[in-house]
């Protein structure tokens, strides 16, 4: 998988574990629903330094542990 499938997919792996919506990390996180939409969904180019630290403390997660899953491997990314 690219780099942004496997962020919108960890971010569904923690929604799915919390029990959230995404309008939930909306609220947690303070990142406009729209946005979260568009990363989600693989709409946008890429996720920017300040958004992925706001999915991070909306999840009340280092970023550390945000990508400390085997899916980012480097054996499991492959490039655009």
Do not use: H
């Not at 693989?42 to 996720?47: H, L």
């Not at 909306?58 to 490039?79: A, Q, S, V, Y």
């Amino acid at each position: 998988m690219n780099f942004l499938s496997l962020i919108s997919l960890r971010v569904r792996n923690l929604l799915k574990a919390n029990l959230w919506s995404q309008y939930d990390l909306s609220q947690r996180s303070g990142i406009p629903n729209s946005t979260l939409s568009t990363v989600l969904k693989e709409k946008c180019k890429g996720v920017n330094s300040e958004t992925l630290l706001n999915i991070c403390r909306g999840f009340d997660i280092r970023i550390k542990d945000f990508f400390d899953d085997e899916m980012f491997e480097p054996e499991n990314i492959l490039d655009d």
